[in-house]
């Protein structure tokens, strides 16, 4: 079982920078290959944004946030993090910390085991 929970979330205007923190507790957390995805306003799915593997070593974008956003992870900490920059309001989402027992660093929904709550992020142009 990991619990995760996101901070880091707010109101941003676009063309800044905000930085996501999801804090895992339990102590398999090296186990998962961790992920974030976000859902935008009046949208029913939760899109795939970044996946990094177990040992950080290997990392997946979507092609809407390539070159602007960066995932990282930190095993001593239990905490997986998510870079953005250059934000623009069609970024504007809750964004979910997502962790999966095995498999791939690009996720779908259905591949995830346990979600975060969700941290709100708005872009103001």
């Known amino acids: 079982q990991v619990q995760l929970v996101e901070s880091g979330g707010g109101l941003v205007q676009a063309g800044g920078s905000l930085r996501l923190s999801c804090a895992a507790a339990?102590?398999?957390?090296?186990?998962?290959?961790m992920g974030w995805f976000r859902q935008a306003p009046g949208k029913d799915v939760r899109e795939f944004v970044a996946?990094?593997?177990?040992?950080?070593?290997?990392?997946s974008y979507a092609d809407s946030v390539k070159g602007r956003d960066t995932i990282s992870r930190d095993n001593a900490k239990n905490t997986v993090y998510l870079q953005m920059n250059s934000l623009k309001p069609e970024d504007t989402a809750v964004y979910y910390c997502?962790?999966?027992?095995?498999?791939?660093?690009?996720?779908?929904?259905?591949?995830?085991?346990?979600w975060g709550k969700g941290t709100q992020v708005t872009v103001s142009s």
């Open positions: 996946g990094i593997s177990r040992s950080g070593g290997s990392t």
């Open positions: 339990g102590r398999t957390f090296s186990m998962y290959v």
């Open positions: 997502a962790a999966r027992r095995c498999g791939e660093t690009v996720m779908v929904p259905t591949d995830v085991d346990y």
